[in-house]
């Protein structure tokens, strides 16, 4: 490590601190003794994501559009890492946010390399499993390609992060910026926004409601869901390794629409009447991943089985929510 804040300790710079992702990675960080600062524009984070790290010295937010440059706060600091997870991250989310999604993993990642380059920092960027749109290859390795529709609707996603991974690489090719690419797939846990749209919070809280379980399409498309503290644990191992090409971070256990909608009804019990919509535009059939390079080269594997993350999930809902 590089960078070191007055106290001595590791310097990290957190972007989408308030999101779901975000909060849990730099509460982690802080546990490992960095010092963090966060940032967000709170266009999709929530504040209240923080405030378990308020009370923590060694925590400070700042409220910054990076689109627009970097802050001069964060300007001439000794960071250690740059750890860029600030994006709208669902359909609904990014929907609503078109060309905010696509600036922040564009603009906002070259803003972010340019103050690597400067600093001396490590650039760490959240990509996902949507640079393999909708897979030909199952399970989905790092080495494929991808099936993307690169003017369709979720294109503003797909094409944001593929471009984001580009430039990334692109300055560690060009300026020798010391890089790490995560490839995450489905992500669950406590500090999800109830209403992000996705597949977990839908279900769990229409469940939660007493009102139908709503399925798109025939429910046999397939997910891989994994649990955030088993996310944030690959993150930290990646930065302890020099591995600069993408990894995949998820859980292979592979369900269907259907089964996932079953386990939260044998969680939740209540009406849980299944109503069916048509499916959305290149909406992927299939998601899962290879985890072996991870399991290689970072020696990680998820740990939190599906009933038990969907369960200290609910616990999360039901006091918090």
């Avoid at 909060?23 to 504040?47: F, K, P």
């Avoid at 910054?64 to 750890?83: M, Q, R, T, Y």
């Avoid at 089964?259 to 998601?287: H, Y």
Wanted: aromatic share 10%; charged share 25%.
């Amino acid at each position: 490590m590089t960078g070191v804040s007055q106290k001595g300790k590791p310097l990290a710079l957190v972007t989408g601190a308030a999101g779901f992702v975000g909060s849990h990675l730099a509460e982690r960080l802080l546990a490992e003794g960095y010092t963090v600062v966060g940032v967000d524009n709170l266009c999709t984070g929530r504040l209240r994501n923080l405030a378990i790290l308020k009370s923590n010295p060694e925590f400070t937010f700042i409220q910054a559009d990076l689109i627009e440059g970097i802050p001069g706060e964060l300007k001439g600091k000794n960071w250690s890492w740059v750890f860029h997870f600030a994006s709208p991250a669902s359909p609904p989310k990014y929907f609503d946010l078109p060309v905010e999604t696509l600036r922040i993993n564009s603009e906002g990642t070259r803003h972010l390399l340019e103050l690597c380059k400067e600093s001396g920092a490590s650039f760490f960027y959240a990509s996902t499993s949507e640079v393999y749109g909708d897979p030909l290859e199952h399970p989905q390795s790092e080495s494929y390609w991808g099936n993307v529709n690169p003017i369709g609707v979720r294109s503003i996603y797909d094409e944001a992060k593929r471009y984001g991974e580009a430039i990334t690489y692109a300055y560690h090719r060009t300026f020798g910026v010391d890089v790490r690419v995560i490839r995450i797939f489905n992500t669950y846990g406590p500090r999800m926004d109830p209403e992000d749209g996705r597949v977990v919070t839908n279900l769990m809280f229409q469940a939660l409601r007493n009102q139908p379980l709503t399925i798109y399409g025939d429910g046999t498309q397939t997910r891989s869901f994994q649990y955030v503290s088993d996310l944030v644990e690959g993150i930290l191992r990646l930065t302890r390794v020099k591995h600069v090409w993408p990894v995949n971070l998820g859980n292979p256990g592979e369900f269907t629409i259907l089964e996932f909608a079953e386990r939260v009804r044998a969680l939740i019990p209540g009406k849980g009447e299944l109503v069916f919509k048509p499916l959305p535009s290149d909406d992927p059939k299939q998601r899962k991943p290879d985890i072996s390079l991870a399991k290689r080269i970072l020696g990680w594997e998820p740990k939190v089985d599906l009933e038990q993350g969907l369960r200290l999930t609910l616990d999360f809902f039901k006091s918090n929510e």
